[in-house]
């Protein structure tokens, strides 16, 4: 595994970079990239939804088969199910030989849902946090770490294309993970379902570890802060549809089935008595457990990762309200 802090973004200066789409990370890469002297222009529909907010951002917006032609890079930051027919009706014909066409997300070009052209670099980008928060790092001087692969590379130059976007973005600030197409996909689609698991069948322990938990907690915030509603709201057509499919397979009738023996162990006293069992006996299999989590392969990574989470820092450190009294 490769990792990065030290990035430019050399290989793209004076070089054109054309956003296909306008939405919570297309906004955030375009924006980041032009603070960071690169040349940006926004591929959307006339009358979309999001061309009047990127003009309004001062950006030159064209119609996504004239923003190919002109780019000498082209990212595609639409939702995953629409980018198969946008690159065949505005991507394949128009973009240059020797260009770059570049990725959040793998899914399309892993699974051969897109052949990319064999004149053509292919890169992967990933920042690891949502578009709000990779701007809000940027502009005050910080970064979202970033996943970066090639897919392929027909220049010789791909990969410092897909490092130098990435510093583009802010991430080089805090951290650049070197991963492959396969990888990233397949570890985004697992999502929270298992640290352990994708470790034990060969994926990196850094990229199990944004899956698993650290992502984790962007979808509590959601739902702590509008429910299902919202947090349905902020993520993915693909993500929704592993959660309905595959989520069942996952807490199904076994599973209440167990949290049902769980109630009725709390509900008879056995858990209390179990408890204070432990408690008397000076806690052994308690500290043992407790032991088993601080020792976890998942903190040893977490721990090297968040230390290039600046924001995280600064939260776990901030003052703590006192807490209130117990009356009665």
């Known amino acids: 595994m490769s990792t990065e802090t030290k ?3 050399d290989a793209l200066k004076g070089k054109r970079i054309a956003i296909l789409g306008y939405g919570s990370q297309g906004r955030a890469h375009a924006l980041n990239l032009r603070d960071s002297g ?3 222009v926004v591929g959307l529909r006339p009358n979309g939804a999001t ?3 990127a003009k309004a951002d001062g950006f030159s917006v064209l119609e996504p088969g004239e923003a190919v032609k002109s780019a000498d890079l082209v990212a595609v ?3 995953d199910m629409v980018q198969p027919e946008l690159y065949a009706s505005a991507i394949e014909n128009n973009i240059k030989p020797n260009a770059a066409l570049l990725f959040a997300h793998g899914l399309n070009v892993h699974f051969k849902m897109i052949a990319p052209r064999a004149d053509i670099d292919v890169i992967l980008v990933a920042p690891k946090g949502p578009g709000h928060l990779v701007r809000t790092e940027y502009e005050i001087g910080r970064g979202v770490p970033c996943l970066y692969a090639v897919y392929q590379d027909v220049t010789g130059q791909a990969k410092a294309k897909a490092m130098a976007y990435a510093a583009g973005l802010g991430g080089a600030r805090a951290l650049l993970i ?3 197409f396969k990888e990233e996909t397949e ?9 352990e698991t994708l470790v034990e069948a060969g994926y990196k322990p850094e990229i199990a570890y944004y899956e698993v938990l650290h992502e984790l907690k962007l979808i509590v915030d959601l739902l702590y802060q509008g429910g299902l509603t919202k947090m349905l709201t902020f993520i993915s057509e693909t993500a929704q549809y592993g959660d309905y499919t595959r989520g069942p397979r996952i807490v199904d009738a076994d599973t209440k089935q167990r949290m049902k023996k769980v109630l009725e162990e709390i509900q008879s ?14 806690l052994p299999n ?9 020792d976890h392969p998942i903190e040893k990574i977490g721990a090297q990762l968040r230390a290039k989470m600046v924001w995280l820092n600064q939260a776990a450190t901030a003052p703590v309200a006192p807490a209130l009294k117990k009356v009665g």
């Not at 570890?187 to 640290?195: H, R, V, Y």
């Not at 008595?273 to 432990?278: N, P």
């Not at 308690?286 to 601080?294: G, H």
């Open 178 to 180: 070197e991963t492959d």
């Open 187 to 195: 570890t985004d689609l697992f999502g929270e379902q298992g640290f």
């Open 77 to 79: 930051l639409t939702p």
């Open 51 to 53: 061309a009047a907010t």
């Open 269 to 282: 006293g056995e858990f209390a008595r179990e408890w204070k069992a432990e408690y008397d006996a000076g």
């Open 7 to 9: 990035a430019t973004t």
């Open 38 to 40: 690169l040349d940006v």
């Open 286 to 294: 308690y500290k043992r457990l407790k032991q088993a989590d601080l």
